[in-house]
């Protein structure tokens, strides 16, 4: 919509692309979050889950990836019209792609976080907004940052290996925490 | 702080009715034995030793029915029986087995159509039929009873028998009469003064 709204001004577009199509990210990831762990608390299906054989966090691993599947991927996968749209030379289309493949994960990992910390809480969806957003600021800044240098046609890897680190990180302890956050809302 | 001083022992085929009047602490009790949350003081023990030791062990070895059903209302009964198990035993269960098992509670026909078009009462039934196909000792039921008409009440009685016949366990909650005098019935009134609350002193 961005670019359709701005105009056609070559440079202007460039400049912005990395930062839009960030926030255009967090926006996607942040809209469903609310019901990830609502319907299963309002049917009963949260108290079976806490009582399966499988360990929670691999049950809330998967329960997270389903989401990104259904948010994340969708905007790398768009990745390319996007390019299209804002003029981006092959290099920033490919940077943003590596980007938003590495950063979306940690989206729906501290969005997922977020909402099993709010279970039961009446305006829950504010509430995560108000948590998770600062927690999701190294991965804005790197992830735009990384385009914008790709943009000026020299190397990002530095930016890669760093949103690598915070998804490793991520995958190894959210899991963990929104695991907890759920027996502890379930009390 | 709900109740104390709640000391019981369940012997093969026994069976725990925790009575009482509404807000005592029903749900909560068990809710504490489908070890859903912690007592605040006092130990579980499951076959001589501390529940909390051998979590895993026992969850695979109980079933937890609580006040809602579990289902979920896009899916039908059949996927809905396949989830539970799934969830439990980390296995499907067969799908011969689970039609007749919701065929035995009267659901035959209805195995396809999605649960949201079942009525509240049909609805129980279906989270009843897990009870026909899960090997689960320990039966953990908060009122069963509720939302069921009196041919389905009488059908449950029956399945609850057999189980305990079998030597299995059971532990649930009721507002009217279970229908189960005749077994190992261990009465737990939880209003009755002897499980007060310890007064918590004052500074």
């Not at chain 2, 030791?53 to 029915?65: A, K, M, P, S, T």
């Amino acid at each position: 919509m961005f670019p359709l709204g701005v105009g056609v001004e070559t440079g202007l577009l460039q400049k912005m692309a990395g930062g839009v199509v960030w926030v255009a990210a967090l926006l996607a990831s942040m809209l469903a979050m609310e019901r990830l762990f609502a319907g299963d608390y309002a049917d009963g299906t949260l108290e079976q889950i806490l009582l399966a054989s499988p360990p929670l966090p691999v049950i809330v691993l998967a329960k997270v990836t389903a989401h990104w599947l259904l948010t994340g991927l969708p905007m790398a996968l768009i990745t390319p019209l996007a390019g299209l749209q804002y003029h981006l030379p092959l290099p920033a289309v490919q940077g943003m792609l590596v980007s938003l493949l590495l950063g979306t994960p940690v989206l729906s990992l501290l969005g997922a976080l977020g909402a099993a910390l709010t279970l039961g809480v009446r305006g829950g969806g504010v509430l995560i907004a108000l948590l998770i957003l600062p927690l999701s600021v190294p991965v804005l800044v790197y992830g735009a940052g990384g385009i914008t240098v790709c943009l000026a046609g020299e190397d990002a890897q530095a930016y890669w290996l760093l949103l690598g680190a915070l998804l490793l990180l991520a995958v190894l302890f959210i899991p963990w925490v929104i695991a907890q956050a759920l027996r502890i809302a379930l009390e | 702080m709900l109740f104390g001083k709640v000391s019981f022992d369940l012997p093969e085929g026994g069976v725990l009715l925790v009575e009482g009047r509404n807000g005592c602490g029903k749900t909560t009790l068990l809710r504490t034995l489908a070890s859903l949350r912690q007592p605040e003081s006092g130990v579980l023990l499951w076959r001589g030793q501390a529940l909390l030791r051998q979590l895993e062990e026992y969850r695979r070895d109980i079933v937890w029915l609580g006040h809602h059903n579990a289902l979920k209302d896009d899916l039908n009964a059949l996927e809905n029986l396949h989830i539970a198990s799934v969830l439990q035993h980390s296995t499907n269960c067969r799908a011969d087995a689970a039609e007749a098992a919701l065929a035995e509670l009267g659901l035959y026909g209805y195995e396809d159509l999605p649960v949201r078009f079942l009525s509240q009462g049909q609805k129980r039934r279906v989270a009843l039929a897990w009870l026909l196909l899960t090997p689960a000792r320990l039966w953990i039921l908060d009122e069963p009873f509720t939302a069921l008409d009196a041919a389905a009440v009488a059908q449950l009685q029956s399945i609850l028998r057999s189980h305990l016949h079998r030597g299995g366990l059971l532990a649930l909650s009721a507002h009217q009469d279970v229908g189960l005098d005749g077994e190992n019935l261990f009465h737990l009134r939880l209003d009755d003064p002897q499980y007060a609350a310890p007064v918590e002193d004052e500074y």
